[in-house]
């Protein structure tokens, strides 16, 4: 299936883009079944993309914040999306930045909430159409609350997100130190250092920013922090990406693309979907030595290599 590269031409910084204008580059065709689904999910990611290029171009080339950890030890300043709140005025982030807003609790969770967790976000200003944060394939909304989540889209732990172990000062972006480190398959130690600004990208066409992501399988109510790899060493998932095209994801690169990713090892559809291996009773577990797919991921992962 051919596919497309969302370019506004001539927008002036912090222009706001628009669901119309994105569907516009999708043939009508497409626009129902499962081909349609991927095809608005592949809108839907360029457009955030477009957004996050806008965001660090206005703001000196700092990126936005990854992940919606708003305390503890991971939180994260200036959010792409907050988790769900009673109204998209809130900010439950720590002063100066945030207000401290209350949050709802978890068993309290609706579709309004969530919808002002996105609209409260920093991209939002840059998209104004809640349907990009929502893949038409992911069908967890329909399940009945607290898990009707709605987000299909997480930012990758490294790009300004929350993989790191140590941020001295709030809310500045820079952690001077706090970079995990892990044993790479050639038995050398790799520092996995956050990208903070869009400079320290190492090669952007490579490195993915934008990873659908199915939550609700793993039963979290919403999407938390960011999407996290190499959690335990090189070879082992932390978290999964999504199948909700015929076993593919798609995914947002730096440099504005996305593609649709189809997973080749069987390992990563059962882990997923919580099956067990085809001819098995067993689900996989997170550790996969020689996995050809967490090897693409892992590489897209490590934003400053």
């Given amino acids: 299936m051919k596919m497309w590269r969302l370019t506004i031409a001539d927008t002036a910084a912090g222009a706001v883009i628009g669901l119309a204008a994105i569907l516009?580059?999708?043939?009508?065709r497409l626009h129902g079944g499962k081909y349609g689904a991927e095809a608005v999910c592949l809108a839907n990611v360029r457009g955030l993309?477009?957004?996050?290029?806008?965001?660090?171009?206005?703001n000196d080339g700092r990126l936005v914040g990854g992940s919606n950890y708003y305390s503890g030890t991971r939180r994260?300043?200036?959010?792409?999306?907050?988790?769900?709140?009673?109204?998209?005025?809130?900010?439950p982030g720590a002063p100066p930045e945030g207000l401290g807003?209350?949050?709802?609790?978890?068993?309290?969770?609706?579709?309004?909430?969530?919808?002002?967790?996105?609209?409260?976000g920093k991209l939002?200003?840059?998209?104004?159409?809640?349907?990009?944060?929502?893949c038409p394939a992911d069908r967890a909304l329909f399940n009945r609350e607290p898990n009707a989540s709605y987000r299909s889209y997480s930012i990758s732990g490294l790009m300004n997100s929350?993989?790191?172990?140590?941020?001295?000062?709030?809310?500045?972006?820079?952690?001077?130190?706090?970079?995990?480190?892990?044993?790479?398959?050639?038995?050398?130690?790799?520092?996995?250092?956050?990208?903070q600004q869009f400079h320290e990208i190492a090669s952007p066409e490579r490195k993915h920013v934008f990873v659908e992501e199915d939550v609700a399988?793993?039963?979290?109510?919403?999407?938390?922090?960011?999407?996290?790899?190499?959690?335990?060493?090189?070879?082992?998932?932390?978290?999964?990406?999504?199948t909700f095209?015929?076993?593919?994801?798609?995914?947002?690169?730096?440099?504005?693309?996305?593609?649709?990713?189809?997973?080749?090892?069987a390992r990563t559809i059962a882990l997923i979907k919580q099956e067990p291996l085809p001819g098995t009773s067993t689900i996989p577990g997170v550790h996969q030595p020689n996995n050809a797919d967490l090897e693409y991921m892992n590489g897209g992962y490590m934003a400053c290599d």
Avoid: C
């Fill in 24 to 28: 516009l580059l999708v043939p009508a």
């Fill in 49 to 58: 993309l477009q957004a996050w290029n806008m965001y660090h171009e206005d």
């Fill in 76 to 91: 994260t300043p200036y959010r792409w999306v907050e988790r769900p709140l009673y109204s998209d005025a809130d900010n």
């Fill in 101 to 120: 807003s209350m949050v709802p609790p978890d068993a309290a969770l609706s579709r309004v909430y969530r919808l002002n967790g996105i609209r409260a």
């Fill in 124 to 134: 939002f200003p840059y998209v104004e159409n809640v349907k990009l944060y929502h």
């Fill in 162 to 195: 929350e993989d790191f172990t140590q941020r001295d000062g709030w809310p500045g972006y820079v952690p001077p130190s706090g970079w995990r480190a892990i044993m790479m398959p050639d038995g050398k130690s790799k520092r996995l250092k956050l990208a």
């Fill in 217 to 242: 399988i793993r039963n979290q109510l919403y999407n938390l922090g960011g999407f996290i790899l190499m959690g335990s060493g090189y070879w082992y998932w932390w978290d999964v990406p999504a």
């Fill in 245 to 265: 095209h015929d076993d593919r994801a798609v995914l947002g690169f730096a440099d504005g693309h996305a593609v649709s990713r189809r997973w080749a090892d």
